[in-house]
């Protein structure tokens, strides 16, 4: 079993839908978490990024973590054709050294279409 | 502010054959940290330097090595390759002080024939 779960999708949606990502993890340590945003034949670009539990908000995105239940969310309100990427989520223990030993989940890819 | 850089960005080896991978961080960053992405396993970390020093490393084997510069420049080496090496490197730099908060270049894409 992978430390990061993650649906790969791929995601259709049209354009002005909310849309839901979703990750689960098993590793309790984890205490940064992050949303990756990756266009095709780019880097990823940090999208979101929560310490601990609790919900952020950034303009159309709100990012959720339950730790209690090992989930976190990524939520896109009024979803744009320029959304359409592939969205990884990340997760770190930062601790030890390990401070950018960050573990992804396999990408979820999202189209949204016009 | 120029971003990470890095070189080459595509690149065509045969097994057996070595590959060097050059990384220039954002000005100002020192931690400099590599990953590996496939299809198959997404991203996977390699290792990650701090002031020219290997901090972490990931389950690799020891035909992947690296190392940082004192312009925190940073190199990483593939000895041997496989055709499982096949991948896009990616090199991310950031602020001290910060973690997880990676800036990414766009990545050296390899192929190995």
């Known amino acids: 079993q992978k430390e990061v779960e993650q649906d790969p999708g791929p995601l259709s949606v049209p354009e002005g839908a909310i849309v839901s990502l979703n990750c689960t993890y098993s590793?309790?340590?984890?205490?940064?978490f992050m949303w990756y945003r990756q266009y095709s034949r780019k880097g990823p670009e940090l999208l979101m990024y929560t310490y601990s539990s609790g919900n952020k908000e950034d303009g159309r995105f709100t990012a959720q973590v339950d730790k209690s239940s090992k989930y976190i969310s990524l939520f896109i309100r009024d979803s744009q054709p320029s959304d359409s990427a592939t969205y990884l989520c990340?997760?770190?223990?930062?601790?030890?050294?390990?401070?950018?030993?960050?573990?992804f989940g396999t990408g979820t890819l999202l189209a949204v279409q016009p | 502010k120029a971003g990470v850089t890095q070189t080459p960005r595509y690149l065509i080896k045969t097994r057996g054959q070595q590959v060097t991978l050059s990384c220039s961080p954002i000005?100002?960053?020192?931690?400099v940290s590599w990953y590996q992405q496939t299809p198959g396993q997404g991203l996977q970390f390699l290792f990650e330097?701090?002031?020219?020093?290997?901090?972490n490393k990931g389950n690799f084997p020891g035909r992947f090595s690296g190392r940082q510069f004192s312009n925190s420049r940073s190199e990483m080496n593939v000895s041997t390759l496989e055709l499982g090496d096949s991948a896009l490197y990616l090199c991310a730099s950031n602020p001290e002080g910060s973690t997880g908060e990676l800036f990414f270049g766009e990545g050296s894409r390899l192929t190995v024939l």
């Open positions: 330097y701090f002031s020219e020093t290997q901090r």
């Open positions: 000005s100002g960053h020192r931690s």
């Open positions: 590793n309790s340590a984890f205490q940064y």
């Open positions: 990340a997760m770190s223990a930062g601790y030890g050294g390990a401070t950018n030993k960050l573990i």
